[in-house]
């Protein structure tokens, strides 16, 4: 099965209904996310900028709704600069600043998934891997944390096509931060030969699965606008999707349960935030970060948003933490 720039919201629900659900709903408040924009307020009731975005607004007759910024017209592309100052990020830049990011994690000058050609705005892959730092090994690189602020599509997460040009990145040439912890997976961990038993062959799969989780547990974004971030957690999970057919040489899908615990994680992962307050857009959070007046006094939409710390992949625990406290602790480590 091959995907193309725009996911169906139709097709991802005839994976299994609650893959979707997982995919629209607001961690924080327990309901959905909103579409936070009036872009889609002239279709009338249940599109303005405070309404939930939800199965029947985005399926069946609605399916083409929601696509992704190439797809929408020059005008509604200007307008959304304007508005939002929603302005993409080609894919060799997006490669070029990650590429800072690796290179300052493996202590080296040295080009690590790919070497930027000069003058191109391209840049090729490469096979050969300068040496890990001193105690770590593939394992630590999947498992560091990485965030995307206002990733809009998620362009520096996942790089399944060129923001800016709508052209689609083959697997092999793909740049995006998680892309390059799945690239590692799929690279390291084991694969099925003909004499394994039926019990070897599960658990080789199940070893790919949790590396897979893990990387998506430590993959982090927040966006203000609705139809971006639902586009932005469509994104990851497709990628997990294709890394998964790219490791086992298959047009299959994972399993229902194997795409609803993706989908979970991204649900918490990738967030809908306003990046200035912290809650949800068109909201204002207290300010008090006291956890019994956030979790009984405060109403659902004026609290600050919780992301979650995973330490289990099967099954899935994490602790829930408000978002704003993290930050504060880090900037106090300064």
């Not at 047009?251 to 935030?273: G, V």
Request: hydrophobic share 35%; charged share 25%.
């Amino acid at each position: 099965m091959a995907f193309g720039i725009d996911i169906l919201e139709d097709e991802i629900k005839s994976w299994g209904h609650e893959i979707l659900v997982n995919l629209l709903r607001d961690r924080t408040t327990g309901e959905n996310i909103i579409w936070a924009t009036d872009d889609y307020k002239s279709r009338g009731e249940g599109y303005g900028f405070h309404d939930f975005i939800t199965l029947e607004k985005i399926c069946g007759e609605n399916k083409h709704l929601i696509q992704p910024r190439v797809a929408k017209s020059l005008e509604e592309q200007k307008r959304r600069i304007v508005d939002k100052a929603e302005v993409f990020t080609p894919s060799w830049i997006c490669n070029a600043q990650n590429n800072l990011i690796d290179k300052a994690w493996f202590q080296t000058d040295q080009d690590v998934f790919n070497h930027e050609v000069e003058g191109g705005n391209t840049w090729e892959p490469i096979e050969q891997f300068p040496p890990y730092p001193i105690g770590k090994d593939w394992r630590s690189y999947i498992m560091e944390a990485r965030l995307e602020m206002a990733c809009g599509e998620a362009p520096y997460l996942c790089s399944r096509y060129d923001t800016t040009t709508g052209i689609m990145i083959p697997i092999s040439r793909r740049i995006g931060l998680l892309d390059r912890k799945l690239q590692l997976i799929n690279t390291n961990t084991p694969v099925i030969t003909p004499d394994m038993n039926a019990a070897q062959r599960k658990n080789t799969h199940k070893t790919w699965r949790r590396a897979a989780y893990k990387a998506l547990q430590s993959t982090y974004g927040f966006e203000w606008q609705g139809d971006n971030l639902l586009l932005a957690r469509e994104s990851l999970l497709i990628t997990f999707i294709e890394y998964y057919q790219a490791k086992w040489n298959t047009e299959k899908l994972p399993d229902k349960e194997c795409l609803r615990k993706a989908a979970e994680i991204i649900s918490w992962n990738i967030w809908q935030m306003d990046g200035l307050t912290y809650g949800i857009p068109g909201y204002s959070p207290t300010e008090s970060l006291d956890e019994k007046l956030f979790e009984f006094n405060v109403p659902v939409r004026e609290r600050f948003c919780r992301i979650k710390e995973w330490s289990s992949q099967e099954p899935l625990i994490g602790k829930d933490v408000l978002f704003v406290t993290i930050l504060n602790t880090n900037n106090n480590k300064r």
